[in-house]
């Protein structure tokens, strides 16, 4: 089982990108995905999270209103479609996909399967 992220590139403050975090073997139906992101220096952080049952989506303070996440109708893709992007968005953005009970949503020991990151870098 595999998850790509991608998308990620150069983008001027206030502009946009959308993510892409697509699987391989499995579909997303049966699985929660989340975002975390990691800034150089910094901790990895949740950023969002789709449950598997119902599509509840869950955002970081940070984040929340400007960031969406969507899931495709074949449940092998889940975008995060980022608006309005600041300087301190910049980070390596990472998906991953679990079955986390509903308080472990925002922590990254909640999923098992990782993609391997996508640069974002934003410029002001």
């Known amino acids: 089982v595999q998850l790509q992220a991608s998308g990620g590139g150069l983008v001027q403050a206030g502009g946009s990108l959308r993510l892409s975090c697509t699987a391989s073997?499995?579909?997303?139906?049966?699985?929660?995905v989340g975002w975390f992101r990691q800034a150089p220096g910094k901790e990895r952080e949740f950023v969002a999270a789709?449950?598997?049952?119902?599509?509840?989506?869950y955002y970081s303070d940070s984040v929340r209103g400007r960031f969406a996440l969507v899931k495709d109708n074949s449940k092998t893709t889940v975008y995060l479609q980022m608006n309005s992007l600041k300087p301190e968005d910049a980070a390596v953005y990472y998906c991953?996909?679990?079955?986390?009970?509903?308080?472990?949503?925002?922590?990254?020991?909640?999923?098992?399967?990782w993609g391997q990151g996508t640069l974002v870098t934003v410029s002001s």
């Open positions: 991953a996909a679990g079955i986390p009970i509903l308080s472990a949503i925002r922590t990254s020991n909640g999923y098992r399967i």
């Open positions: 073997e499995i579909t997303f139906s049966g699985y929660s």
């Open positions: 789709i449950r598997a049952n119902g599509g509840n989506t």
